[in-house]
C-alpha cells in the first residue's frame, strides 16, 4: 500500500540535542511537507519541497532545517536553535499543490 | 495573525443529524479551500474542496457551501455518524503564496 512512513512515532530527546525526523513516501509525489502543531494552534508549515533538491521555508522555519536528495525522503532536523522543539510533527506530500493529499502519521518530540 | 479561523473549539450533534462546521478567512488571495479529518494519533485525511470559482461541492454526506463575499465556508455533513467524530481542519490555498494555511480545528462529538 502507498503511503507515508514517519519514524519514530515517539521521541524524547535532551534539550540542547539535534535531533532528525524521519519522512518517506512511496506514493510518487513530487511535493512534501513538514508542520508542526501544537496544542490550540492549527498546522503550521516549517518547511516544503515541490521538486528533488529543492525546498522552501514555511512559517516557522527557524530552528529547522531540511534536505531532500530523494523524491521519496524528506528528512527534517531540529536543531538545538529551536526554543519550542516539543510538538506534533507531520509530514505531507502531495501531487496537487493547492492540497496535501496524503500525510505521516505523525512523531511526537518530547524534549527534556 | 490567524488568516484562516475556526472559531468554534468543538461541537456536539446527535447521530443522524447534520453537523455545520464553519470556517472563515480574511485572505482574499485563497483560491481553494479544503477539510480535512484527523483522528487522534493519526495524521489529517482529506476530506472535500472546493475552487473559489464555486459557491458548493458535494460528495456523498459532505458538502462544502462557499460564500466568498463574506470569507466563509462551511462543512455539512449529513446525515451524522459516530464515525465522524474527529477533528475538522478549514484550510485554504493561495496560488500566490503556494502554501496550504490551516485553521486550529474543530472537534466534532456525534452522540449515538
Known amino acids: 500500500d502507498g503511503g507515508i512512513t514517519q519514524s519514530p512515532k515517539y521521541l524524547f530527546r535532551k534539550e540542547g540535542q539535534n535531533v532528525t525526523l524521519s519522512c518517506e513516501q512511496n506514493?510518487?509525489?513530487?511535493?512534501m511537507y513538514w508542520y508542526r502543531q501544537d496544542p490550540g494552534q492549527g498546522l503550521r508549515l516549517i518547511y516544503y519541497?515541490?521538486?528533488?533538491?529543492?525546498?522552501q521555508k514555511g512559517d516557522i522555519a527557524e530552528g529547522y532545517s531540511v534536505s531532500r536528495e530523494k523524491k521519496e525522503s524528506f528528512p527534517l532536523t531540529v536543531t538545538s536553535a529551536q526554543k519550542n522543539p516539543t510538538a506534533f510533527y507531520l509530514c505531507?506530500?502531495?501531487?496537487?499543490?493547492?492540497?496535501?493529499?496524503?500525510f505521516g502519521s505523525g512523531t511526537r518530540l518530547t524534549v527534556v | 495573525d490567524q488568516q484562516v479561523k475556526q472559531n468554534s473549539p468543538s461541537l456536539s450533534v446527535q447521530e443522524g443529524r447534520i453537523s455545520i462546521l464553519n470556517c472563515d478567512y480574511t485572505n482574499s488571495m485563497f483560491d481553494y479551500f479544503l477539510w480535512y479529518k484527523k483522528y487522534p494519533a493519526e495524521g489529517p485525511t482529506f476530506l472535500i474542496s472546493i475552487s473559489s470559482i464555486k459557491d458548493k461541492n458535494e460528495d456523498g454526506r459532505f458538502t462544502v457551501f462557499l460564500n466568498k463575499s463574506a470569507k466563509h465556508l462551511s462543512l455539512h455533513i449529513v446525515p451524522s455518524q459516530p464515525g465522524d467524530s474527529a477533528v475538522y481542519f478549514c484550510?485554504?490555498?493561495?496560488?500566490?503564496?503556494?502554501?496550504?494555511?490551516f485553521g486550529i480545528g474543530t472537534k466534532l462529538q456525534v452522540i449515538p
Open positions: 484550510a485554504a490555498y493561495s496560488g500566490g503564496y503556494q502554501k496550504v494555511t
Open positions: 519541497s515541490q521538486i528533488v533538491n529543492d525546498f
Open positions: 505531507a506530500s502531495s501531487i496537487d499543490p493547492r492540497g496535501l493529499d496524503a
Open positions: 506514493l510518487n509525489h513530487d511535493a
